[in-house]
């Protein structure tokens, strides 16, 4: 039912079937794609999709990694309109319990913890006339909340048979292309579920090589105009 996509150990295994499904039709329509990027679970399905993974493989580190996930405390995330080093500061005193885990374009940034930390941070934000909204879900993905669960991840991924990509993927945990001559780790896994994502530096670096257009893979329409607005700025810059 509808209720189960409210669950990260289903959501998390459909959206990477989700996205397998669309980069086939692209397939079958003749696209050749230069390189892949992936934003938090996304990533997985660029790990596939650039030859580290068989389809069998990836399915299942998806779901390791969103069992895992379901099994957390809950948490909360929320996307602010400022920049990732103004927001440092703000949440400095709650770095336990808090992080940047997202920093999508120069004036869009993500926070994900503990629900408390999320909204003393929200009315910090308020008074300093800083727009900032909850996302919809119930877990803290790229935060503290998640190091309970990265051995295990390590664990599952490293059970995984993994190759050096075929064609050029990019880290997002990095924001550079991933060496051609290295397989993704466990421990890699284990990281890019903690670290933040950095999808701004990822397409500027993207543009930087001259790849476009960019081709945004989901069921949803978020991530496009903030690659559309990072690409143009990135691109204007190295043309300058």
């Given at each position: 039912g509808a209720d189960l996509w409210d669950r990260t150990?289903?959501?998390?295994?459909?959206?990477?079937?989700?996205?397998?499904?669309?980069?086939?039709?692209?397939?079958?329509?003749g696209l050749e794609v230069e390189a892949v990027?992936?934003?938090?679970?996304?990533?997985?399905?660029?790990a596939w999709a650039a030859g580290c993974y068989s389809l069998e493989s990836i399915l299942k580190l998806a779901v390791i990694r969103g069992r895992l996930m379901q099994g957390l405390p809950s948490g909360a995330m929320a996307a602010v309109r400022a920049g990732a080093e103004e927001l440092s500061e703000i949440i400095g005193p709650y770095a336990d319990e808090l992080a940047i885990s997202g920093v999508n374009?120069?004036?869009?940034?993500?926070?994900?913890?503990?629900?408390?930390?999320?909204?003393?941070?929200?009315?910090?934000?308020?008074?300093?006339g800083i727009a900032a909204s909850r996302l919809p879900t119930d877990r803290a993905f790229h935060s503290p909340l998640v190091e309970p669960l990265l051995e295990e991840l390590a664990r599952g991924a490293d059970a995984l048979t993994a190759s050096a990509p075929h064609r050029t993927w990019y880290c997002t945990r990095t924001g550079e292309a991933w060496p051609a001559d290295r397989a993704p780790t466990g421990d890699d896994w284990a990281r890019q579920a903690r670290e933040a994502v950095r999808f701004r530096q990822t397409v500027e670096a993207i543009?930087?090589?001259?790849?476009?257009?960019?081709?945004?893979?989901?069921?949803?329409?978020t991530l496009a105009p903030l690659a559309a607005e990072v690409h143009s700025y990135a691109s204007s810059k190295s043309s300058a």
């Open positions: 150990q289903y959501a998390q295994v459909g959206l990477l079937a989700w996205q397998v499904g669309l980069w086939k039709l692209w397939q079958s329509w990027a992936g934003h938090s679970l996304g990533q997985l399905t660029a374009a120069p004036r869009q940034t993500v926070l994900s913890g503990s629900a408390r930390a999320i909204e003393t941070v929200l009315k910090e934000l308020e008074t300093r543009a930087t090589e001259g790849c476009q257009p960019l081709l945004a893979l989901g069921p949803g329409a």
